[in-house]
């Protein structure tokens, strides 16, 4: 009896790219990037070089730090609309409070604010259940309201940017003939951290656990609201880093400093292979996605595109990308 071999179907190309791309995450957006600085070359000759190399991670290491608080709360299925309030809060007490204390503890009172937003932001979505992006823009609005009676206060006082601030935002260290900026010694600690935490920690796993299935969470005897609280807080802590290493960038404090990083962290948070709803990504992919929005708004920049273009843009970027992800996820 002779048996005849049967020869599977030969995959589709598409269907072959879509599952490399989520096997993969992280080689398709070191494409788009050297696509994106290959442009930039071509349309600017010669702006590559080490100096604007230097002022590319020095502008994404800020928005690279917000997006890990978007990754860790969309990991939950969340979001964190406070984080450009609690920068903007912490950047504004550091500068206004530095004239007349000490700097450790303007320190402390530049962070109280990101610790007590965190805390209701965590009993909020954690304890009364309420959505995390109304919670975050509610306390998005109380916070900015705060500030601005702050900010009459301590108006005669004047602000100042405090030294060390400015060397770590703007200073740059030659190592090896190459100028590596500053803001890396606490960058590069804190992300080795955070993906750490994200991926070798059990509050790590919680946090992709409650957003994969929080029923199956709470059954499995989680405390659900434990796992938000510590969310929640540690965001708006990073958040207040963030504002203390931009105005050091900025060197000029204003009212509304990091609100404009809001919503190009959420970009770079999906844009990196994070899930809006939730259980998915991580942040390594974060990292490049802040990178590729960095060279993006340099490109932009450069073809003279106005900031509401940009923003209409960064928004039609995350609908793309979640359409994408929803594309392979229901191929896989």
């Known amino acids: 009896m002779s048996t005849t071999a049967i020869t599977p179907a030969p995959v589709p190309l598409g269907r072959r790219i879509k599952r490399f791309m989520a096997d993969r995450p992280l080689i398709p957006l070191i494409i788009l990037l050297v696509i994106l600085v290959v442009i930039l070359q071509i349309l600017r000759p010669g702006i590559v070089n080490e100096r604007w190399i230097a002022n590319t991670i020095k502008f994404a290491i800020p928005l690279a730090i917000l997006a890990g608080c978007q990754t860790m709360t969309m990991l939950t299925g969340g979001i964190d ?64 309201g ?43 600690p804190l ?7 994200l ?19 709470r059954l499995s005897g989680v405390q659900y609201w434990q796992v938000i609280m510590a969310l929640y807080v540690t965001s708006s802590v990073l958040a207040g880093v963030t504002g203390l290493l931009y105005i050091g960038l900025i060197k000029a404090p204003s009212l509304s400093l990091a609100e404009p990083l809001v919503l190009p962290s959420v ?54 990308v979640t359409a994408a992800y929803l594309r392979i996820v229901e191929d896989k």
Request: glycine letters at 12%; hydrophobic letters at 55%; a positive charge.
């Open 267 to 320: 970009a770079a948070a999906v844009i990196g292979g994070t899930s809006i709803f939730g259980g998915r990504g991580g942040y390594t992919g974060t990292i490049i996605g802040a990178l590729i929005l960095t060279v993006l708004t340099t490109l932009l920049t450069i073809l003279q595109m106005p900031e509401g273009a940009r923003r209409i843009l960064f928004g039609l970027i995350v609908l793309f």
């Open 199 to 217: 991926a070798r920690t059990g509050f790590g796993r919680l946090l992709y656990a409650v957003g994969d299935n929080e029923r199956a969470t």
């Open 146 to 188: 705060c500030l601005q009676v702050y900010q009459r206060t301590v108006i005669a006082s004047g602000a100042k940017i405090p030294d060390f601030l400015a060397w770590l935002g703007t200073g740059v260290t030659p190592v090896l003939g190459f100028a590596f900026p500053n803001a890396l010694l606490l960058f590069v």
């Open 81 to 144: 609309l406070s984080v450009g309030t609690v920068a903007t809060m912490s950047a504004f007490i550091m500068a206004t409070q530095i004239v007349s204390q000490d700097p450790a503890v303007a320190f402390l009172l530049a962070m109280m604010p990101a610790v007590l937003i965190g805390l209701v932001n965590g009993i909020g979505v954690g304890v009364f259940r309420v959505h995390p992006l109304i919670m975050t823009l509610g306390t998005s609005l109380i916070g900015t």
């Open 191 to 197: 992300a080795a951290l955070i993906v750490f935490t």
